[in-house]
């Protein structure tokens, strides 16, 4: 089946500082979509992108569909404690549109 | 009230037993799924339904079997608990109309023991 690759798998950022998060795959999508999970919660749907190139925003968070459909970005600028979370990356591929596959997960610790 | 309902929110059974795992929508959507989530492997798809006829093995339904009753109801079952079942399973459901992502439940942490 497909795979996604999201890296990295942890961050340990000071508050203020920007964050980078992305994910590759080994095959085409045609909707990449980020989410963040808090603490005994299920994921929550951040982003999401629909077409090659496109650059989405919300809020502090930006995310990017990269030009080849196999990868995509996820930034957040001047990180606060509530940023704290995992983070998923998640792709639906041209067929089945129903399904996503997600990445393992960005955990991300930031110090006050 | 919550758009997915999960029930219940925390179980621990015993090696063999049945379980079920139940999950309901106020969403409104025909599809709907149930993922496992184990430290540091993300989520693995367990089965989806796209409408209530309709039932899918997702990349790890082995041990798992579900039932969709309604449009807003699809329970998963493990008919003989092992301890590597032990996991936080959560329930989505999505509206392929808007082709937007997924509403998930709040999860539920089975331990198997």
């Known amino acids: 089946g497909q795979q996604l690759n999201q890296s990295p798998q942890s961050m340990f950022i000071q508050e203020g500082e920007d964050v980078s998060m992305n994910c590759t795959s080994s095959?085409?999508?045609?909707?990449w979509l980020w989410y963040k999970q808090e603490p005994g919660e299920g994921p929550v749907l951040l982003i999401a992108l629909y077409k090659a190139g496109e650059l989405t925003s919300n809020g502090r968070l930006t995310a990017q569909f990269g030009i080849t459909r196999k990868d995509s970005f996820l930034n957040i600028s001047a990180s606060i404690p509530s940023d704290v979370g995992i983070y998923f990356c998640a792709g639906r591929p041209n067929t089945n549109a129903g399904k996503s596959t997600f990445g393992d997960g960005t955990t991300l610790t930031v110090k006050p | 009230d919550a758009d997915v309902t999960q029930t219940p929110r925390n179980r621990i059974t015993k090696t063999g037993k049945r379980i079920m795992l139940e999950c309901s929508q106020t969403k409104g959507h025909d599809r709907m799924y149930w993922y496992r989530q184990d430290p540091g492997l993300g989520l693995r798809l367990i089965y989806y339904?796209?409408?209530?006829?309709?039932?899918n093995k997702g990349e790890i339904s082995d041990g798992y079997s579900v039932s969709r009753q309604a449009q807003a109801k699809f329970s998963l079952s493990l008919e003989s608990a092992i301890p590597n079942q032990t996991a936080l399973y959560f329930c989505?459901?999505?509206?392929?109309?808007?082709?937007?992502?997924?509403?998930f439940g709040s999860g539920t942490r089975l331990t198997v023991v």
């Open positions: 989505a459901t999505s509206d392929p109309g808007t082709g937007s992502g997924y509403t």
């Open positions: 339904s796209f409408d209530v006829k309709d039932i």
């Open positions: 095959s085409i999508f045609n909707t």
